[in-house]
């Protein structure tokens, strides 16, 4: 089965059924179906090809959803990008996997523009909400270009279960972020496993406030689809009161949260346990959930499930825990998703015993196919597997289990810091940092936060007869960086320390911070 | 006091959301929402400048777009708050 065909199939099944909830808009799935046809139709129409990739850098919204499956449905692979990505990094990702379209909207066009001005291989910009502006070449209205005459096409095969189907770029400890590819098949096997596990069902009602460029989010739309539910689309999590107010008003049956939201949710006065009977469920993942709080979050949600979860990019989801054992195992991540196998290995790849720390490694259908044009990176995690033709994922994650198999997570073996539950590389930010002229030297650190996680922090160091104060640094990481990568604070240092050949150790400022809070 | 309620909006918006546009740009009625000004924790941000700066207390019921999603509403939201009528008399 082909990705594009939980669309086609569901809308078959209850073409009246309402598929997607925006504002005001309602989105039957026959009516998501038409408007992915004539995506398709304005792809093709200009050119598109099996394999061609298209860069989606949009909010949420149906739009989004539209481009997602009409890029499929062409045959082409999506790469859905975080709408608050600026220009650079937009451009980065586009010319690592060669785009041929990328898919903004009209408040983004100023980023789309400089992107697409660093970009050779976009040969069509599609505005998803408004007219193409006369200075972007290629560039067209999605509603002008699908009410256009579709031109007699040739028909068309879009391709078979094993081809790529999506490009995911996730960031790195090198600073640079790369592709994780997955096929249509490995997208199939993750949202089969992942809805079996969630008890899902057709009557299901999910509210989402995850952003669609991150799996997390992107998998509410896909398992929404597969399945036949229906999915409230929010733009982000801004105003709780919006939220909690849709919950009871559309009868929300699942909400996916990340600790930062459940932090917010949980400092809200008006909570009250049974204020949301229909609520079913309940998830967690990106980072942990503070055993206080999953507390907290049982007490007010008595008779919700609440999931716990860990995952990676790199397979979309490992484990889960089974909400029954919640209680006995509150710090748990649970054990393998279903059709899976998740076990701990030592330095030599054997297997630990209960108790010791070791790597966790995967297997199973939803492992990617590698990083896109990126062996050397692919060959540092995809290894050997049990038969010749597999390969198991590394996570590069530190993990333990206990007497009865329940795994727990313990760290990172790399740099990366989990803010709102997004990956920073602190490589990535201090490469921004210096591109300010005035800073001589930098290290991002995470310090503990109580809604975000972990809050990024920059410690610089200035050159000499610089001014520039913490504002100014922020501001311009601002203009470089995603939302949830950017300083919260900054402290300026007269040196930091360095190692015998002169090489800032950022992970002695890192654990300095760490000590410091916990004085 | 009312006069400078808008001015000092403005200034804390661009200089903690608003990395690009100068302060100019952003029209009194615009929706910071829309504009992808402001996120969860930017709104927590908001709140707590508002509860330091004017000396309120901004009620959970309170935090939604009509009292806190551009320029002109958060000044009203401000103005209701601090009418005399909720204010005590010190004798």
Not at chain 1, 304 to 332: D, N, V, W
Not at chain 2, 55 to 78: F, W
Request: charged share 20%; hydrophobic share 40%; aromatic share 6%.
């Amino acid at each position: 089965m082909r990705v594009e065909q939980f669309l086609s199939n569901s809308a078959a099944r209850y073409p009246g059924k309402i598929a997607l909830v925006e504002g005001q808009r309602r989105c039957s799935y026959r009516d998501l179906d038409e408007q992915v046809t004539r995506f398709a139709e304005v792809l093709r129409a200009r050119g598109m090809q099996r394999g061609d990739r298209v860069v989606i850098c949009t909010e949420n919204s149906v739009e989004t959803v539209v481009a997602i499956f009409g890029t499929l449905r062409a045959g082409g692979v999506f790469s859905p990008v975080n709408p608050t990505t600026k220009a650079d990094k937009l451009a980065f990702i586009i010319g690592n996997c060669r785009a041929e379209v990328l898919v903004t909207q009209t408040r983004l066009l100023d980023q789309a523009r400089d992107a697409v001005a660093q970009s050779p291989s976009i040969r069509t910009c599609i505005i998803v909400d408004g007219e193409a502006p006369a200075d972007l070449p290629g560039a067209v209205g999605l509603e002008s270009a699908a009410g256009e005459t579709p031109p007699a096409l040739p028909s068309f095969d879009p391709g078979i279960d094993i081809d790529l189907a999506m490009l995911i770029y996730t960031s790195g400890s090198t600073g640079f972020p790369k592709g994780v590819m997955m096929t249509h098949r490995n997208i199939v096997h993750a949202a089969t496993s992942i809805s079996t596990y969630l008890r899902n069902t057709p009557d299901d009602i999910i509210l989402s406030v995850l952003p669609m460029s991150f799996d997390y989010g992107l998998y509410q739309v896909l398992m929404t689809i597969k399945l036949g539910m229906t999915l409230i689309v929010e733009k982000a999590f801004v105003f709780p009161q919006v939220v909690l107010n849709k919950l009871i008003q559309e009868k929300v049956t699942g909400l996916p949260l990340v600790p930062t939201i459940a932090a917010i949710l949980l400092q809200l006065q008006i909570l009250k346990p049974g204020m949301f009977p229909n609520l079913r469920y309940i998830t967690n993942t990106a980072a942990a959930l503070p055993p206080a709080h999953i507390q907290r979050l049982q007490e007010l949600f008595p008779t919700t499930l609440i999931f716990s979860m860990y995952g990676l990019t790199e397979c979309k989801r490992c484990t889960y825990l089974e909400p029954e054992q919640l209680a006995a195992h509150p710090s748990s991540v649970g054990k393998a998703i279903p059709n899976s196998e998740a076990w701990v290995v030592n330095e030599q790849g054997q297997p630990c015993k209960p108790g010791d720390v070791g790597e966790l490694v995967i297997r199973g259908g939803h492992v990617m196919q590698g990083y896109w044009e990126n062996q050397e990176a692919t060959d540092r995690v995809l290894k050997p597997g049990r038969y010749p033709w597999e390969k198991v994922l590394y996570t590069g994650d530190l993990f333990r289990t206990d007497q009865e198999g329940y795994l727990y997570f313990v760290g990172r073996k790399d740099d990366i810091i989990k803010s709102r539950g997004e990956k920073v590389a602190p490589k990535e930010v201090e490469n921004v940092l210096y591109m300010l002229e005035g800073i001589r030297e930098a290290a991002v650190i995470g310090v503990p936060d109580p809604i975000l996680g972990m809050a990024i922090k920059a410690v610089v160091v200035l050159a000499d007869g610089s001014a520039i104060d913490a504002q100014q640094v922020i501001r311009h990481c601002a203009g470089h960086l995603e939302d949830f990568m950017v300083p919260k604070t900054v402290e300026f240092r007269s040196e930091l320390p360095k190692t015998s050949t002169g090489k800032i150790r950022r992970s002695e400022v890192q654990s300095e911070a760490l000590r410091l809070t916990q004085q | 006091m009312a006069e400078s309620i808008e001015p000092a909006i403005r200034q804390f918006i661009a200089q903690n959301f608003m990395y690009r546009e100068g302060i100019q740009s952003l029209r009194d009625n615009q929706s910071l929402l829309e504009q992808g000004l402001i996120d969860s924790t930017g709104v927590l941000e908001l709140v707590f400048y508002l509860e330091k700066t004017f000396a309120i207390t901004v009620g959970d019921d309170e935090v939604i777009p009509e009292n806190l999603d551009s320029v002109q509403q958060i000044s009203s939201y401000l103005r209701r708050k601090l009418t005399p009528a909720s204010q005590v008399c010190v004798a």
